[in-house]
Nanobody, 125 residues
Framework: QLQLVESGGGLVQPGGSLRLSCEAP????????IGWFRQAPGKEREGVSC????????NYADSVKGRFTITRDKDKNTVLLQMDSLKPEDTAVYYC??????????????????WGQGTQVTVSS
């Protein structure tokens, strides 16, 4: 059973940066499609960025394009979400999710099988 653990959330001022990490203790993420999602209070969970297992296919929500970057650190078996130029509307609980490579995916929450517990990101002055 794949377990995912997120870290790196916190409080940051508008315009600041945070880097979120997603780890899978004891298992390799190389054969999984990885997605970052977020859920703000009173809103549905939405896809932020997803990446194929190979890393060749990456997509971003329009609201974060040019500001967020998803990368894989294969040596550390982690998936990172670098978030720059943060805005108050980026405030949400951020979740890492995974589904085995070869699965159909469109960076929608219902396409992913395994989820982390979430990490809070708050952008406020």
């Amino acid at each position: 059973q794949l377990q995912l653990v997120e870290s790196g959330g916190g409080l940051v001022q508008p315009g600041g940066s945070l880097r979120l990490s997603c780890e899978a203790p004891g298992l390799s993420l190389d054969s999984y499609i990885i997605g970052w999602f977020r859920q703000a209070p009173g809103k549905e969970r939405e896809g932020v960025s997803c990446q194929s297992a190979s890393g060749f296919i990456t997509n971003y929500a329009d609201s974060v394009k040019g500001r967020f970057t998803i990368t894989r650190d294969k040596d550390k078996n982690t998936v990172l979400l670098q978030m720059d130029s943060l805005k108050p509307e980026d405030t949400a609980v951020y979740y890492c999710a995974a589904v085995p490579a070869g699965s159909f995916w469109l960076c929608n929450p219902e396409d992913f099988s395994f989820w982390g517990q979430g990490t809070q990101v708050t952008v406020s002055s």
